[in-house]
């Protein structure tokens, strides 16, 4: 018995993106080459970017593709930090952000100077806007996850975007976790801003739907020119430089529209799994409690508080049940750290090693939910002794 509840980690490869990227590697040639080859190439990887263009709502030469999200989210954050006008070094960084973030203002920090301003969570996981809005004044960048990873919270990004605006600071979204969840609409969340500030950059990942590790995307409004990370052929607006890869734009881009084609039934699908997963936890262990927001959450995301147990231990004892979940956050040296995440919602480090994240995808079913409502009391038995 094999049931993947892990989703939010990565999501399997889907059979059209597999094609896709086996079809676009039988193409030799270099997009970059004059050649009928390299025109061949060419065609692939702009028609990909139209594509990905399309679902997310931008113009396809506001679509950079990158080696993933984590590198998007360092090309946005760092760039827009290095492009900032004279005399201003903060960074508004929500508390409980990515690690791709969070690292990425934290080494600005240590070595350039970067001055970061940190923005309060509620309980529930959702950015405090007033705070966001008072943070912004005078700030270079400022950044913000649409949904969160491991609890699930989805923010407005319709108000951040605007508060940025409104503050002349350039916005970054990092919309890894909602591609495919929830629609991703560049224009729709940019609004009508016209000045220096307002929403820049959105990124996103190709295997959080179902194409490849390694390739992601970031949207880049026309109106600003991020320092690139790296330097050399001057491929996508000189923004990200290096041979492009077809193979990986190509099964992005099937991807995206298959998951986006597919989103609102999906949705409503997995809703409802992870409400009645859920409820069979709160019926067999009255001691969890489901942390985020209830209402504005990720829809195949359940993340679970066992105060009594520790989440590691669970995790691996659902593991020996042939059941792959998560605590959500980072593990160092093979010892998972207490949430970030969990720690920003106001909850304490003992609290913040007692979770798992239940992420619910493509391949769920109810047959999957059954079971892990079956195995969890005695693994949650187990798991409180041996604390
Ligand atoms: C919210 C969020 N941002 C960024 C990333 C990094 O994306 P990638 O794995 O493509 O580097 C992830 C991946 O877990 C994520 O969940």
Redesign the pocket.
């Known amino acids: 018995m094999s049931i993947y509840l892990d989703h ?2 990565t999501t399997p490869l889907r059979p059209e993106a597999r094609d896709a990227w086996l079809a676009a590697q039988e193409i030799v040639g270099n997009a970059s080459s004059i050649h009928g080859g390299g025109q061949a190439a060419r065609r692939v990887l702009e028609g990909s970017r139209e594509r990905l263009a399309a679902v997310l709502d931008c113009d396809p030469v506001e679509v950079v593709f990158t080696s ?3 590198e998007a ?1 360092n090309l946005a954050v760092k760039g827009l930090w290095w492009a900032r006008p004279a005399g201003v070094d903060a960074i508004v960084l929500p508390d409980g952000e ?1 690690h ?1 973030t969070t690292d990425a203002v934290a080494w600005l920090a240590a070595s350039q100077g970067a001055v970061v301003r940190a923005v309060p969570l509620d309980p529930l996981g959702r950015i405090r806007l007033d705070a966001f809005a008072e943070a912004l004044p005078g700030a270079a960048v400022a950044t913000a ?1 649409v949904a969160n ?1 491991e609890v699930g919270t989805v923010q407005d990004p319709v108000a951040l975007a605007a508060a940025a605006a409104r503050a002349g600071v350039p916005l970054h979204l ?1 919309a ?2 909602v591609l495919g969840h929830l629609p991703v609409s560049f224009r729709r969340w940019r609004g009508d801003a016209a000045g220096p500030g307002g929403l820049m950059a959105v ?1 996103v ?1 190709a ?1 959080k739907v179902g194409a490849p590790v390694g390739v ?1 995307a970031l949207v880049v409004a026309r109106q600003v020119s991020p320092t690139p990370l790296f330097h050399g052929g001057g491929q996508q607006r000189g923004l990200r430089a290096g041979t492009q890869d077809i193979a990986g734009a190509a099964a992005f881009a099937v991807s995206a529209e298959l998951a986006e084609s597919e989103r609102e039934a999906e949705a409503r699908r997995l809703s409802a799994l992870r409400d009645a997963l859920a409820d069979s936890i709160r019926s067999t262990l009255p001691a969890a409690a489901v942390l985020g927001d209830p209402l504005e959450r990720l829809p195949g995301n359940l993340h679970v508080l066992f105060p009594q147990a520790s989440g590691e231990t669970l995790l691996f004892l659902l593991d020996q049940a042939g059941i792959s979940v998560s605590t959500g956050s980072a593990c160092q040296a093979g010892v998972a750290e207490p949430s970030h995440v969990v720690l920003a919602l106001g909850r304490d480090e003992r609290e913040a090693r007692s979770v798992l994240r239940f992420s619910l995808g493509r391949t769920s079913s109810e047959a999957d939910i059954a079971a892990v409502a079956a195995a969890l009391p005695a693994a949650y038995e187990r798991a409180v002794a041996a604390r």
Do not use: M, P, R
């Open positions: 939010a980690a993933g999200g984590t989210v990515h791709a996850l990873n990092d890894v976790a990124s990942s295997h992601g």
